[in-house]
């Protein structure tokens, strides 16, 4: 039996691109009692916040967008009412993080039981950003 080594070569990932744009960030939580998550971006030398929050109440399934109100903060918040199935359920239209048309958000929820759920995301960066 031949025995014969090859050089041990090391890979090391770059950059992951989807349809043109940049995947800056991406991964999965596992969210107990619907606990807020906070993404911090450095933006222009600046760092931003991107807060996740996870609401109820009767209206059905949503996603509403906001600005910090407090004016020393640079931060987004990202609020998801309602997303409880067990199949998961996410976003069809990326949201526009930073209302700048240059990072973008999707997402899945599975809720497993009434305090966990696991928040899959994907942060994208437009393609004109890092052309």
């Known amino acids: ?3 014969t080594k090859t050089k041990e070569r090391k890979v ?5 691109y989807y349809d043109g744009s940049k995947i ?8 107990l009692d619907g606990k807020e998550l906070l993404f911090e971006f450095d933006l ?3 760092t931003a916040n991107v807060r996740i929050r996870f609401l109820k109440d009767r209206k059905g399934s949503r996603t509403s967008i906001s600005d910090s109100t407090e004016e020393d903060i640079n931060e987004v918040i990202i609020d998801f009412y309602n ?12 949201v526009d993080v930073f209302g700048t048309g240059s990072v973008f958000l999707n997402v899945w929820i ?3 039981d ?7 995301y994907t942060f994208y960066q437009n393609e004109s950003e890092f052309a």
Not at 24 to 31: A, E, F, P, T
Not at 114 to 120: A, G, H, N
């Open 110 to 112: 599975t809720q497993f």
């Open 114 to 120: 009434e305090q966990t759920s696991r928040f899959e």
């Open 1 to 3: 039996m031949s025995t």
């Open 24 to 31: 800056i960030l991406s991964g999965s939580v596992i969210v």
């Open 83 to 94: 997303f409880k199935s067990s199949l998961g359920a996410g976003n069809v239209e990326p």
């Open 12 to 16: 090391k990932s770059k950059n992951i």
């Open 44 to 46: 222009d030398s600046e």
